[in-house]
């Protein structure tokens, strides 16, 4: 059950309107690093955990975060869009300086959301469920979510970059500090589940079950053998379960493929014409 607060997490107001960065920023509102992604994902896996505690906690704690994140971005993309003379764009254009931002406007931003936020990323592509990973894996979603939230950390901090509006960067950098827990709250849940149940996933198969002379081989298929002076070249494996090995000219264990012909009914090319030309 989840109740609204009518208050924002953190301050969400530009110094001035902007509908250039409104669109920029609907990035990380609702592309596939977004807000919406996160607060969705982290949801689900928390709603798929068969049981309860601090795993399923932390998950549907920071899931209802991210919502607020929504919120606040919502918020800010509509007071970025505040005055945006989008009512006679042709007489606001003569002015070049407007001119160049409407012109880089989204303007679904006036014509589909009313000058609010919508559900889609800095194109216009609208988002999808298909950017959320809720495997029912804890260790295999949580390596999900560390990856996400680095995505999505970075984009912000590009964001940063790209404004000179201290009330845009004074929000962004709320975001930026929560992304940073966020990451460090992942590698701690990861590093947990890793010392439970060891490196790989899932932990549950049985190891004898998989072809155990190539489960640490490192094949080379690069030209030059650069990739063989790293970490996982040579040594112990990560898992524990035995030694790296590098393998320089890999051989090929599955031998010349060689398929049936097609039914006819199939009216694939004659066999007869895929014949070798012996002349």
Sequence with gaps: MFFHTKELQYRAKPERPDPLFAKQLQEVLGGQFGEISVALQYLFQGWSVRGDGKYKDLLMD???EELAHIEMLATMIARLLDGAPVGDLEDA???PVLGAILGGMNPQHAIVSGLGAM????LGNRWHAGYIIASGNLLADFRANLNAESQGRLQVVRLYEATNDRGVKDMLSWLIARDTMHQNQWIA???ELEAKENVVVPSTFPRQLEK???SHVLFNFSEGDKSATG???SGPSMDGEGTFQYV???QAYGGKPKLKPAPSYIHNTPPKDL???TM
């Design 119 to 122: 559900p889609a990323d800095s």
């Design 93 to 95: 254009a003569k002015d």
């Design 62 to 64: 920071t899931g209802a």
């Design 248 to 250: 320089q000219n890999p």
């Design 189 to 191: 849940a990861i590093k």
């Design 275 to 277: 014949r070798p030309n």
């Design 212 to 214: 155990r002379e190539v």
């Design 231 to 233: 970490r996982w070249a």
